[in-house]
């Protein structure tokens, strides 16, 4: 039996301990706001938070998060208002979709660490993201967006 | 009498100095019952695992890790970071796991998987011999590793790690007794650097 | 003010209806006389294919459904439609909602997201409907108020008769309004006073997508659902030889591993039923990834299939396709496509006297270009849901053209197409890809045989090396110069695996005097579909790139020598049926010098290139500035000018070209998938290589003409000229020309030799 915190709730879960959080997430628990797009962690859609780190599903087994605190999109903020989420709106990034849970749970990293990241920076931190569509000027310009909000924050 | 002293502590001076190649940055590790043929020639059996993909992939002149048999630069571009453990969402925990993933193409695993640190990179890529040889001997840039710490850096997990990468990624030329064998000889025989 | 009347190219019909639980309902039906030409086949398909239906609904509440028939895949069509309702019914914006339609044949139509089509097709249809929606609350509300229906007036969603104060919402007339006829003659209106259409709104999903909410196929759930997966030959020409499944069925989870045909011998096939295997070796079972670990116990045997047969269907009759049973290699290919280049082929266009031309011309200059197969690569993998049963089908996922699988679907599941319910999902992209249908087939066979709900996935190595790839391309140019650097005659002669990417009628076909182009093709056992502009993706880069050369032979600037030429093509056209408005696509170009400040001496430390193209309906013009960086050509900045007519959602047409220009950069770089021996080598994006954030140009500035012309697509014609505009920097920026796509490992050879040799 293998406990693991998800969204801060706990789940038991009777699962062969090699399976992918991923699939644990997607086929076992029904969270499928992380996706499944290549399964050897070169594309980032599968990208959730494991205590703060931003691990990839497809390959990160289920034995690795047990007893450990995992965070997925749906539980990266409770309204629906992490400042990566209202700068994501603001600047109107989506085109499909598809990468975009990876693209901001990747992000949200970067702003922990990097108050105040350059493009540079967040290269460094979203290179392993891949957009289809090609949003990546919005994505910046989103990350950007949200530093500012949180800096903005903190100042009160 | 003093004289005398004087003599052997000038003669013991010059000799350390000439041991030392009169390299000021330099410390050497400290090596008895040298035999330069035979630590030679083993350590180019050394060399060639040090440098095939397994072990130089992750020992590069650049801050990005090489991949691949082909030692390709990694994909997506990881950097080394202050630590050698990569920055912010592209950290090499974020992919590489504690054990190997499977199938092809999945990232190799290991519990220390990392990158040297920026403070003392240990490049492999692009090294001669010689300059392999005298960096792996230099206290000051092999992580502060003495005569002990050297070989026992043969059977660090990670080092080993470098037989047991998965499918699809060809183990080092030699076998890892083979390795460890070597890398003893050269060393206890006096970590001899090549003349090239 | 614009009347809506039918005119000789459509016709159109509204009807009103009751809703169940009060409130509107308004269907239309709008027919276009003239066929809408098939993107991919080029030819003209039957009318009823193209009839247009959909609906907007008025509840008691207030709310303003409507239905969005189109599948969407982020060119944003769930947001654009509706605002075109939204703007003639003059509803509140913030009130309208979207419901994405199922399929139904018997209402919808085709429902054909492609051809970059959709705003352009219901462009009039909704707006159509809208007015007159608008029309009968007005009417609704006269008769209510005893007022002349000259005095009301109406305002987001509101209903208004200022002479006596009085007012109410849309929702409270709307029962009384379904009783009204349609009226006729509704007036639209004018472009000048829309307040939706040209003004940004937000993407009606955007929120639901960011907070991780179930959108795509690959996320849809259903009660006993069960998983499958394919295990597909390893390489196209071969087929299912024998295999034990003893160990796989041991595995945990699993259910069943059975082989399934796909299409019976001799089945007619449509355009759009393109698949590469037809003997599927399935293996079903609870969960994805105990389906996974199941598939790698499986031992298979495969053998050649040798030539085989497609009977392929059509308007003329069912014809027989032989399909060559080669296990093809990338490098042969290439070879085979240089032989094919030197023999006679088929003439495709002719206007003078070229063979003369070039026979007295005081110079020629012949360039030839190569493309690689393209794999689609949409970031969903490929998934369908299917529940059959013997009466009826259920179908749910990601699909462009429900309307050209479903006829597939009721002839091989021998079920009448009204008991056939296909819901289309968000798409993780489509991009053409998702226009057949095949793993709907697949899906439904499926769960027909083991009597269950189940979907089917495709892992990311089964989807990129299934095929329906782009495809292989060879094109060489010829142009004939007199003596004093005129341009009298030019040439091309395309071909393809498996098959040419050639447009006849396109610029500068109009613009020479003596023009030829020919087209040749070398059939293959490797599936190609659609891919995002079909043809013009690699035309664009081709033609547009020998444009450059020939402009510098000639001694004129590139921008100019195209102007001239548009020049001649509208005041003096060569031959007929030249397929673009010259005006237009001088406009675009003009606009993208303006805007790049093509020419100023502050943008010199840019390489820079341009390339403009006409396609889809649309006109578009790139100027793409490349610097070097850490050894690399980067492009840093495109300024982007596009003339699509009036543009719904400003904002959300920038992100759209924006894409485009990334995507054209990325395929252009590093775009590529190869064969050996009839396996693609790349089956993963370790080696398949995406352009990543890094590389994405650090501003892109798009400009829109500003004119009122209706308007007409986006999502595929800022792509091809991306191409021909990354090629012209390139040759700037290290003083080389290239010809064969993609372009990053020769031009970084070239970088690095001419570091050298300094």
Not at chain 2, 141 to 150: C, I, T, V, Y
Not at chain 3, 41 to 58: H, Q, R, S
Not at chain 3, 150 to 173: A, C, D, I, L, R
Not at chain 3, 270 to 277: K, S
Request: hydrophobic fraction near 40%.
């Amino acid at each position: 039996m293998i406990t693991v915190t998800i969204n801060k709730k706990n789940y038991d879960l009777d699962i062969d301990p090699e399976t992918p959080l991923l699939w644990v997430l997607r086929d076992v628990i029904g969270l499928v706001g992380t996706k499944y797009g290549c399964g050897v962690a070169q594309c980032g859609a599968c990208v959730v938070h494991l205590n703060g780190e931003a691990v990839r599903s497809c390959v990160t087994k289920i034995s690795r998060a047990a007893g450990q605190k995992v965070v997925t999109i749906e539980g990266l903020s409770e309204k629906n208002d992490h400042p990566l989420q209202k700068a994501w709106m603001e600047v109107d990034v989506v085109q499909c979709g598809y990468c975009q849970a990876g693209q901001i749970m990747a992000a949200a990293v970067l702003l922990r660490e990097n108050k105040n990241p350059t493009d540079d920076d967040i290269d460094k931190a979203l290179e392993g993201n891949i957009c289809r569509c090609g949003t990546y000027l919005r994505i910046k310009k989103a990350i950007h967006l949200a530093a500012a909000m949180q800096r903005k924050n903190v100042k009160g | 009498m003093t004289k005398f002293v004087l003599t052997i502590a000038v003669l013991v001076s010059i000799t350390g100095l000439l041991a030392s190649g009169f390299r000021k940055n330099t410390v050497p590790v400290a090596i008895n019952n040298i035999d330069s043929t035979a630590s030679v020639a083993a350590f180019m059996e050394v060399y060639k695992v040090l440098m095939s993909p397994r072990c130089m992939n992750c020992h590069p002149a650049g801050d990005i890790p090489l991949q691949g048999d082909d030692n390709h630069l990694h994909t997506m571009s990881p950097i080394r970071g202050k630590d050698g453990k990569g920055v912010y969402a592209m950290k090499c925990s974020n992919c590489h796991q504690p054990t190997n993933s499977p199938g092809l193409n999945a990232p190799p695993g290991n519990p220390k998987w990392a990158l040297p640190p920026a403070d003392m990179k240990m490049v492999f890529e692009g090294r001669s011999p010689r300059e392999l040889a005298l960096q792996i001997m230099d206290y000051k840039r092999n992580g502060h590793k003495n005569k002990a710490q050297l070989i026992e850096h043969a059977r660090d997990t990670l080092v080993k790690a470098g037989w047991n990468m998965g499918e699809g990624r060809k183990p080092p030329p030699l076998s890892y007794t083979e390795f460890v064998v070597a890398w003893d000889e050269w060393i206890n025989k006096g970590g001899i650097a090549p003349a090239n | 003010m614009e009347q809506s009347k039918p005119t000789q190219t459509r016709r159109s019909f509204l009807k009103a209806s009751f809703l169940a639980g009060g409130g509107l309902l308004i269907s239309f039906t709008w027919i276009p006389e003239s066929g809408l030409a098939d993107p991919v086949k080029n030819i003209d398909n039957p009318a009823p294919w193209n009839e247009l239906t959909g609906y907007i609904k008025i509840t008691p509440d207030n709310i303003v459904k409507i239905l969005n028939p189109n599948p969407e895949f982020g060119q944003n069509v769930m947001t654009s439609l509706p605002m075109i309702v939204a703007e003639e019914l003059d509803a509140d914006w913030q009130k309208v909602v979207i419901e994405m339609g199922p399929h139904d044949n018997v209402k919808l139509g085709p429902q054909f997201t492609g051809g970059s089509n959709s705003v352009r097709m219901y462009w009039r249809p909704l707006r159509e409907a809208g007015a007159a929606a608008r029309n009968m609350l007005m009417q609704a509300a006269a008769e209510t108020w005893s007022a002349p229906i000259e005095e009301v007036t109406t305002k987001g969603g509101m209903v208004y008769h200022q002479k006596s104060g009085k007012s109410g919402t849309y929702g409270s007339f709307a029962t009384k309004a379904s009783s009204l006829p349609i009226p006729k003659g509704v007036k639209l209106k004018e472009v000048k006073d829309f307040k939706v259409i040209r003004s940004s709104q937000k993407n009606v999903e955007g929120l639901k997508i960011i907070t991780g909410k179930p959108l795509f196929g690959l996320d849809y759930k259903h009660e006993g659902m069960l998983i499958a997966m394919i295990e597909h030959p390893p390489a196209f020409g071969m087929k299912l030889k024998s295999f034990d499944a003893a160990e796989a069925l041991k595995m945990p989870g699993i259910k069943d591993v059975f082989q399934q045909q796909l299409y019976e011998d001799g089945f007619e096939q449509g355009g759009f039923d393109t698949r590469t295997f037809n003997d599927l070796l399935v293996v079903v079972g609870k969960t994805t990834w105990e389906v996974m670990n199941a598939r790698k116990k499986l031992k298979v045997a495969w053998e050649p299939t040798g030539d085989t047969k497609d009977t392929m269907g059509g308007r003329n009759g069912k014809r027989e396709v032989v399909v060559p049973g080669a296990l093809e290699t990338t490098t042969a290919q290439l070879e085979k496509m240089q032989a094919y280049a030197k023999q006679p082929a088929q003439q495709l266009r002719k206007d003078g006297d070229p063979e003369t031309a070039f026979k007295n011309a005081a110079h020629v200059i012949e360039r030839t270009y190569t493309a690689p197969f393209l794999a689609h690569n949409c970031l969903e993998p490929i998934n369908f849901f299917a529940h059959v049963t013997d009466e009826k089908a259920l179908l749910v996922g990601p699909l462009q053209a429900p309307g050209w699988t479903e006829p597939t679907l009721a002839k091989i599941l021998k079920l009448p197409a009204d008991k056939i319910d296909i819901q289309m999902t968000r798409m993780g992209g489509g991009f053409g890809r998702r226009a057949y249908g095949h793993y709907l087939i697949e899906a439904a066979l499926i769960s027909k045989k083991i009597k269950a709900p189940v979907k089917l996935i495709y892992t990311r190595e089964d989807d990129m090396t299934y095929g329906i790839y782009r495809p292989m391309y060879m094109a060489t140019y010829r142009a004939a110069l007199d003596a004093n650097k005129n341009l009298i005659a030019f040439h091309v002669k395309g071909g393809g695996i498996p098959e040419h990417a050639i447009h006849a009628n396109r610029f500068p076909a109009g613009a020479v005097d003596n023009y030829l182009a020919e087209g040749w093709q070398i059939p293959s056992n490797i599936t190609i579909g659609a891919f995002r502009a079909p043809r013009s993706n690699f035309n664009a880069a081709a033609e547009q790139s020998f444009l450059d050369e020939l402009a510098e032979a000639m001694g004129k600037d590139p921008i100019d020598l195209r102007l001239e030429l548009l020049k001649r093509a509208k005041e003096n056209p060569v031959g007929k049926n030249n397929d673009y408005d010259a005006d237009r696509y001088a406009g675009v170009l003009k606009l993208v010098k303006e805007k790049s400040g093509w020419g100023n001496t502050e943008n010199s430390k840019y390489s820079r290139g341009v390339a403009a193209y006409f396609c889809h309906n649309s006109y578009a013009a790139h100027v793409v500035d490349i610097v070097i960086k850490n050894n690399k050509p980067y492009v840093e900045r495109v300024f982007s000018a596009m003339d699509c007519g009036i543009v719904i959602n400003p904002d959300a047409a920038s992100n759209m070209v924006e894409g485009a220009v990334v995507d054209g950069i990325g395929n252009a770089f590093y775009g590529k998938l190869t064969h050996k021996d009839g396996a693609a080598e790349q089956n993963n994006f370790n080696r398949y290589r995406m352009i990543r954030h890094s590389e994405a140009p650090k501003k892109i500035e798009v400009h829109f003409v500003q004119n009122d012309k209706d308007p007409t697509g986006l999502g595929e014609p800022p792509f091809p000229p991306v191409f021909g505009a990354v090629a012209n920097a390139l040759y700037k920026s290290t003083n080389k020309r290239y010809y064969s796509q993609p372009f990053m490992t020769e031009a970084l050879q070239q970088i690095n030799n001419r570091k050298k040799s300094f």
